[in-house]
């Protein structure tokens, strides 16, 4: 939210300081636009977040009274899962279909009261089961589209109104860590940024109660590997959250004890190694914002910030690389699952993703030798944010506008990927549109805000973030056409961006240094879109790097 409101501002401030520009009524009606969006979202908080009660019974938690698929559905759903590999056991590898079994038993079945976290865990679980459904299982379980729809919109639900009863003070128990992790991955599902970091926090702090950390020596147990793969799990969705959120993590790595992931022993899942390297990027991204972004690192020379980064940015290369190796031979692996392997790709699709933003907000810290515009990142940030938004646009391309997943599936990506890391790649890239006049950076941002349309109108997060791109989208276009038509007064509008760019010979040098003068943006206000993480705005800081979006108008 913040970086969005400080470029906007400071955009305005540099039109309003050029008057030799002649701004024209397109461009500040869409400047205009954006901060008005932006600026009306700072007043109400999410109505998302989650707020515990305290309340221990079923009957005063009320959960049997929400609705469920029939248990018909569900004995199918299980059945089916027993002699077809299923997807939630590759996303959710803490959980295995015994457990799943129990917990439905204890559900649909009850005996006794049954737990709220035992109710969040069915109702996940169900959800996934049920994504997962082929054309042809929906047949062999008899499950028409309708009934299809309304039990994926209505397990979610339950699974809000669960968390919402939990109690404030719970017991360290597996069940109700798990419970918690799952619901913090729907809520990420949903984009409700700020809940799914609540959940997160509260899981890591239920794993350290109960000693999860500490496991010791490795175990072949099968409850010590369920232990060790909810740990790291739990960790590195931590780690990740806590650096789009400018916070410190709640899991220190000076304070584990517990061995690393093995494969195949802790999970022969295809997705295995996509979790290991998780947690190495994780455990890189605290490192991020301990050497670069916290209030320690932000009062250190910017020499010191400048080595840290090159540091950081040659450790996140070589994770990279080590990962990209094994993409074939994962690939191959997978293929076995044929209604997993495009879910698959999307998983590989949002690993890259994090790369790219990663190194996008550590090369942020370099700053450019090619040129003193204000406007201008090293050349390496501005690589790492084009592949960013490259990779974003590819995964479009290959399985989202061929139709090889849903759209379901695709707002779930856009979730996990573009809303999950941190927006310095998309303002990184408007950024050097504004200061060199990009026409290829400036289709880049066109194409990017195009993929998503097609889920904006499922999910209010990517409607805000469709929105917003779009507008600054749109301040850059009409800010490059009036450039244009400034330095080439023979230009008539937008429509000739091109011709007047091939009067720069194809290059943007004799731009850069005519444009340094007419834009009255200091170093320090650009500084100030990206790195001040505290602007004194309370909840609503930049802190909240991953969740700008929640405030801005749904219409």
Request: charged share 20%; glycine share 4%; proline share 4%.
């Amino acid at each position: 939210m913040t970086h969005s409101k400080q470029a906007t501002r400071a955009f305005k401030a540099s039109l309003a300081a050029t008057p030799q520009l002649n701004v024209d009524e397109a461009l500040s009606d869409a400047v205009a636009n954006l901060q008005q969006a932006l600026e009306s979202g700072h007043t109400e908080p999410s109505t998302s977040s989650y707020s515990a009660e305290s309340t221990n019974d079923d009957e005063s938690h009320g959960l049997s009274s929400l609705p469920l698929p029939p248990s018909s559905l569900v004995l199918k759903l299980l059945k089916r899962a027993k002699v077809e590999h299923q997807r939630i056991f590759d996303e959710q590898p803490s959980l295995d279909l015994t457990t799943v079994i129990g917990y439905c038993q204890k559900v649909f079945f009850a005996i006794e009261p049954y737990s709220i976290a035992a109710f969040i865990i069915v109702n996940t679980s169900l959800l996934f089961l049920l994504r997962g459904l082929t054309d042809q299982a929906k047949l062999e379980v008899q499950i028409c589209r309708a009934d299809l729809i309304h039990y994926l919109e209505v397990l979610p639900q339950n699974v809000d109104f669960a968390v919402r009863k939990l109690p404030l003070v719970a017991a360290h128990s597996m069940e109700n860590i798990t419970a918690l992790h799952l619901a913090c991955g729907l809520a990420v599902e949903s984009s409700i940024q700020a809940s799914a970091w609540d959940l997160i926090s509260t899981a890591a702090r239920m794993a350290l109660s109960a000693g999860l950390h500490r496991l010791g020596r490795r175990s072949s147990d099968n409850e010590q590997r369920i232990k060790r793969v909810t740990f790291w799990s739990i960790y590195a969705m931590d780690r990740s959250m806590a650096l789009s959120f400018g916070r410190a993590p709640n899991i220190q790595d000076y304070d584990i004890q517990t061995d690393r992931l093995t494969l195949p022993e802790d999970t022969d899942s295809p997705t295995g190694p996509m979790l290991a390297c998780w947690v190495d990027v994780a455990e890189l991204q605290g490192q991020t914002y301990h050497q670069l972004y916290s209030a320690h690192a932000q009062n250190q020379p910017l020499e010191s910030k400048v080595a840290a980064a090159k540091q950081l940015a040659a450790r996140c290369l070589e994770l990279q690389r080590d990962f990209q190796v094994n993409d074939q031979s994962l690939s191959e692996h997978v293929e076995q699952y044929s209604n997993s392997y495009n879910h698959f790709f999307e998983g590989l699709q949002v690993q890259e993703i994090g790369f790219q933003s990663l190194l996008a907000m550590i090369y942020r810290m370099v700053p450019p030798i090619e040129s003193d515009h204000p406007l201008q990142f090293g050349r390496d940030c501005i690589l790492s944010a084009r592949a960013a938004l490259k990779s974003h646009n590819e995964g479009w391309s290959k399985v989202g506008a061929t139709g090889k997943i849903s759209d379901d599936d695709w707002r779930v990506f856009i979730h996990w990927s573009t809303l999950f890391s941190p927006f310095v790649p998309f303002i990184c890239v408007f950024g050097n549109v504004i200061a060199q006049c990009d026409l290829q950076d400036l289709a880049l941002l066109g194409e990017f805000v195009s993929t998503l349309q097609s889920a904006a109108e499922q999910s209010h997060s990517i409607k805000k973030l469709h929105y917003a791109c779009n507008s600054f989208h749109q301040i850059a276009k009409a800010f490059v056409a009036r450039r244009s038509q400034h330095l080439h007064p023979s230009a008539t509008g937008a429509n000739n961006i091109s011709t007047d760019w091939q009067a720069f010979d194809g290059t943007s040098g004799e731009y850069s240094s005519q444009s340094l003068s007419d834009t009255q943006l200091s170093q320090q206000d650009w500084d100030s879109m990206l790195s001040e993480w505290d602007l004194g705005l309370g909840t609503l800081d930049a802190r909240q790097m991953s969740s700008f979006l929640d405030l801005l108008p749904n219409d």
